[in-house]
């Protein structure tokens, strides 16, 4: 059971160039989240999805854009990176009763130059 | 977005020792709390939950929850190197927009020192 698994681990963009952070998780859960953790900021939420086809702004989704077209499959992409973008990037998932907490993947770390 | 406050820290505890950590919440409806632990380069890792008044002992972790007083902490006996991370507090917050996320606080760094 590989959980909540996120490629790439590591990626540096120039200014300007575009790329999808990919998760996918195998746990059937139909909530996935998208957030970003930089130094001392906690954990900030980007898109969030209670469904295949259903998708919704968190705190910071400017810059981002996500689609949820399976159960299984969560991408985020960066249109025109900005050097405030560099971050790590975290995807959940959670069972539709939440009380159960979230799965993280493992994270990717962006680097914007 | 609802917010969850905590000391950042960092917190320094010697081996053997008790590590008590707080989360204060700004929405009394809330109902769901959680612990998690992250360790430096690694991604967050749920170590408690707890949704009642009261403790929850699991191992050497106890989730102490006072919905009155609007904080939920976290105790850590015996601080093992081993402990040494960011906890971070997350809480689930009621409402038609919010049922289906959680807000994370800034987190605690704990040292424990051997």
């Known amino acids: 059971n590989a959980g909540v698994t996120q490629t790439p681990k590591f990626r540096i963009l120039k200014i300007g160039q575009s790329m999808t952070l990919q998760c996918t998780q195998d746990?059937?859960?139909?909530?996935m989240y998208w957030y970003r953790q930089d130094p001392g900021m906690g954990l900030k939420l980007i898109y969030y999805?209670?469904?295949?086809?259903?998708?919704d702004k968190g705190e910071v989704p400017n810059g981002y854009n996500v689609s949820r077209s399976t159960t299984e499959d969560f991408p985020l992409r960066l249109e025109l990176a900005a050097p405030s973008q560099t971050s790590v990037y975290f995807c959940?998932?959670?069972?539709?009763?939440?009380?159960?907490?979230?799965?993280f993947g493992s994270g990717t770390r962006l680097t914007v130059v | 977005q609802k917010e969850v406050e905590q000391n950042s820290g960092p917190l320094s505890v010697p081996e053997g020792a008790i590590a008590s950590l707080n989360c204060t919440y700004s929405?009394?409806?809330?109902?769901?709390f959680f612990w998690y632990r992250q360790y430096s380069g690694k991604s967050p890792e749920l170590i408690m939950s707890?949704?009642?008044?009261g403790d929850k002992e699991d191992g050497r972790f106890t989730a102490q929850l006072n919905k009155a007083s609007q904080y939920v902490s976290l105790l850590i006996r015996d601080s093992q190197p081993s402990d040494s991370a960011t906890y971070l507090c997350?809480?689930?917050?009621?409402?038609?927009?919010?049922?289906?996320?959680?807000?994370f606080g800034a987190g605690t760094t704990v040292t424990v020192r051997a």
């Open positions: 959940a998932s959670s069972p539709k009763t939440i009380n159960y907490g979230y799965t």
């Open positions: 746990m059937n859960h139909n909530y």
């Open positions: 999805s209670v469904g295949a086809g259903i998708t």
């Open positions: 929405d009394r409806g809330s109902q769901s």
């Open positions: 707890i949704y009642s008044n």
């Open positions: 997350a809480v689930r917050f009621r409402g038609s927009s919010n049922d289906y996320k959680l807000s």
